[in-house]
C-alpha cells in the first residue's frame, strides 16, 4: 500500500505563486511516476503534470510554462511549483502515484485563484 499526503494549497490572486507538496508512505520503491491531476467544478479530472524515475516530465499545454513538476527521490516527495496562476486554474488539484501499474491517490487539496 502507498499512502500519499499533500499540503500547500489556498487561496491566491491572480498573476500569484503556489507550491503544492505530496508525500508518499508506504510499500513504494522506484521506479515508478508522481504527479498531479486536478478536478474543477462541474470538469473531469485531468492530469496537470508528472515526472517519472529518471525525471521526464509532462504537462497539460495550459499550464506549460507556468508550472513546474519536480521530485525528491530520497523523501519520495513530488512538488508542483504554480507560477502566473489564473482563474481557470481553480480546482481541487490531487497528487498520484502510479507503481506497478496501480493508482494512489492524494485526498486532494483546493487550489483557488481569485481577487
Known amino acids: 500500500q502507498v499512502q500519499l499526503v499533500e499540503s500547500g494549497g489556498g487561496l491566491v490572486q491572480p498573476g500569484g505563486s503556489l507550491r503544492l507538496s505530496c508525500a508518499a508512505s508506504?510499500?513504494?520503491?522506484?521506479?515508478?511516476?508522481m504527479g498531479w491531476y486536478r478536478q474543477a467544478p462541474g470538469k473531469q479530472r485531468e492530469l496537470v503534470a508528472n515526472?517519472?524515475?529518471?525525471?521526464?516530465?509532462n504537462y497539460v499545454d495550459t499550464v506549460k510554462g507556468r508550472f513546474t513538476v519536480s521530485r525528491d527521490s530520497a523523501k519520495n516527495t513530488v512538488y508542483l511549483q504554480m507560477n502566473s496562476l489564473k482563474p481557470e486554474d481553480t480546482a481541487v488539484y490531487y497528487c498520484?502515484?502510479?507503481?506497478?501499474?496501480?493508482?494512489?491517490w492524494g485526498q486532494g487539496t483546493q487550489v483557488t485563484v481569485s481577487s
Open positions: 498520484y502515484v502510479i507503481r506497478l501499474g496501480i493508482y494512489y
Open positions: 508506504g510499500t513504494i520503491s522506484s521506479p515508478y511516476v
Open positions: 515526472i517519472g524515475s529518471v525525471g521526464n516530465t
